[in-house]
């Protein structure tokens, strides 16, 4: 494995974009309930307490979802959620304005299914 700067490394970007249906919306609002509530956070540290984040992901299934994905297991265990599909690319360089940390205005470099 090379290093950037590393003699013949290269900077690459990997983008991936996952299609899933939400089978049981209830499934997967309870599942990141339960794991918020076994979440080891000091909640006199943060600016909410337990009950509005609980009410919070429940009222707002795509934070659920986005709580539970990770992406070295994607929606793997999550309950209600059918993978269907996904596409994944690569490009050489910095990434995309869109992408980076500091955000930035979309590239209009086409991806995958743009050209």
Do not use: K, N
Request: aromatic content about 4%; charged content about 25%.
């Amino acid at each position: 494995m090379t290093t950037e700067g590393a003699p013949g490394s290269r900077r690459l970007q990997l983008y991936c974009r996952i299609d899933i249906a939400v089978t049981d919306p209830a499934a997967l609002t309870d599942h990141a309930v339960a794991e918020l509530r076994a979440a080891d956070i000091d909640w006199a540290q943060e600016e909410d307490d337990l009950p509005s984040a609980d009410a919070e992901l429940r009222g707002d299934l795509t934070l659920a979802l986005a709580s539970v994905a990770d992406l070295t297991r994607v929606v793997d265990g999550a309950p209600g959620v059918e993978f269907r599909g996904g596409v994944c690319w690569a490009e050489t360089g910095p990434p995309r304005a869109s992408f980076a940390p500091t955000g930035g205005q979309p590239s209009t470099a086409p991806g995958p299914a743009d050209g």
